[in-house]
């Protein structure tokens, strides 16, 4: 679900890279972007999907504690 809310550009990013395999150099080649624009998307959308993962579990944890 994190994966889906990603920005469309971001997404189609995260999963040529994580689900398709492809390298930073062939996403960039294939969408018409930089290879420095291919790993801000990268290191946003996992930032993002970091943040709405652990923040929900340490609200829980601490809710259990």
């Known amino acids: ?3 889906e809310g990603l920005p469309k550009k971001c ?3 995260f999963v040529l890279s994580r689900y398709v395999g492809l390298e ?4 960039s080649k294939k969408l018409g972007i ?3 624009t291919v790993e ?3 290191s946003n959308a996992i930032r993002r999907i970091k943040s709405e993962i652990i923040f929900p ?3 829980l944890m601490a809710a259990f504690s």
């Open 1 to 3: 679900r994190s994966i």
């Open 11 to 13: 997404h189609q990013v």
């Open 24 to 27: 930073n150099a062939e996403i």
């Open 34 to 36: 930089s290879q420095r």
């Open 40 to 42: 801000t998307h990268i």
């Open 57 to 59: 579990l340490i609200l």
